[in-house]
């Protein structure tokens, strides 16, 4: 059997922490996969150098990833073609609005028999339906995609603290693969089948994050965001088993990508921070993405925006009272006590 | 249709919280109940006048629950018998060492076709098996009993602060009456068949907060203690399958008594708090309990110890790793890092 050759597309913060997860585990398990793993970073001057030269020459991405030393077999590479030839194996981690570009470029370069794991946040969703990550890289690149989303944030996972994973991946032996390539002692993978219900999950939860934000600019307690979590996770399956039927398994949502990730989201992260910052300032969501986010858009808000308007074309948006009523203050200044009134 | 009596056995924090909801009730919904609850309160003196008098005159618990006012329709009553005299309707929010007694005392004097909701949380384990207190309450006063059990923090309840809380009641009719005594809109009731699993989620989720206080003791993430939260929800439902068979439901774990309660114990809470100050004072749990509890036992390291010379009986301590690893923490000296290393 010959042996895995592992790409990683991407190179964040998120991409980084997964490359050192790689670089390990290719080393570890030597009948399996080849050592080196090309890493596709995409090119930019720090200090007037190259960051790919940085990276191939400190193990260090010194721009998203301060102070992590990365293992010596990942070897950046500034061409994407060049990273991802004859791979069998394709980690896709970069933001959401890449993966069309950097696949179509990618296209007729990869092995025969490749497989793909995306690493890829949300779910593109419009009135005329939804459309996952997975679904768009099998569709570009003809091959099968899997994904990978838990309770995960990317300087815990560097720094080696314990955290549990979920890759959801209907082929069952590359399933097994994946696990390898991924899991080790302080970062526990669990395989699923389901790979839709974790992609559902990365995306829908950072909605619910807003509605706790919500609950914690008002004051509320601990109670209370535990109601707001729980219903969220309600709503998550129910949008999943609606929308997508058997595919999406009701044991998905006790994964590390369903009810866990869902409890970091609405405990921390910048959907719940803002959220909280919108009740208490009384400031518009735009005006806090430029104060709080350094203009970045705010995930949960969009998200919201989203699956309200592919609920309303479906006159479905009563079936999905939280959803909905985030909406509604975010859009439409419904009174932030909605958020308990009317779900 | 003749009006059910509500009788109310218990006064303490909780006790006076659902007084105040249920006095309400009875008066909102005046085709079910009669308007007036009595409720019994464990005699004691206060600035040297009975407490049962001053709740009579003032509608206030003043040892207990300071500061809310009762609905007048709820009656104070010191004497146990009086309190549940031809009661159709019995709500027992009574310290769990309790139960036994007040139920002998009871005997024989509800109404023919009495039902009962137990509010207490808490099961008895022991080598040879477990019992929960619905059971107890049936098997002595001869009635069918019900559970509430969720994420409601007393004094939050009492201030009107929104949350929601779970009803387990086998008997469907029933659980509607039991619907219309509880909900309120900001006390949301979801009533569901399983008061097994109502019970066992409200026992163990104190076994699963100590473990999530020794993560945050060691300085560990949200990651982590998103992941202690997960695998402790999924141990609750193994326990349940595993030794009540199909009473238990997967769906129960996503109620309010599941997930919701099991994640603010999580976050707050005595057992998280004494669990985190082990780790990081290393005095032994016995100190702790006499610095932070004023001397009270700690619930979830004495649940921890009943579930682990069960599960010892039945060689199963290797199924439910976490949970064991908590008893080996508290008790045989394990390492506080084992919490994630073997779980």
Known sequence: MSLEKVCIIGSGNWGSAVAKLIGTNTQRHGDLFESTVRQWVFEEKVNGENLTDIINREHENVKYLQGIKLPENIVAVPDVVESCKDATLVVFVVPHQFVRGVCEKMKGHLAPNARAISLIKGLEITSSGTRLFSEEIERILNIPCAA????????????????????????????????????????????????????????????????????DGLGYGSNTKAAI??????????????????MVQTETFFESCGAADLITT?????????????????KPIDVLEKELLNGQKLQ???????????LSARKMVAEFPLFHTVYRIVYENAPVECIVRDI
């Open 229 to 246: 979590i729980r219903r969220g996770l309600m709503e998550m399956r129910k949008f999943g088993q609606m929308f997508f039927g058997d």
């Open 148 to 215: 990978l989303s838990g309770a995960n944030i990317a300087d815990e996972v560097a720094k080696e603290k314990f955290c549990e994973s979920t890759i959801g991946c209907p082929n069952i032996q590359d399933g097994q693969i994946f696990h390898r390539l991924f899991d080790t002692n302080y970062f526990r993978i669990n395989v699923i089948q389901d790979h839709v219900g974790v992609q559902l999950c990365g995306a829908l939860k950072n909605v619910v994050a807003v509605g706790a934000g919500f609950t």
């Open 266 to 282: 609405c405990s921390g992260g910048r959907n719940r921070k803002v959220a909280e910052a919108f009740v208490t300032t009384g």
């Open 300 to 310: 949960g808000t969009l998200t919201a925006a989203e699956v309200n308007e592919f």
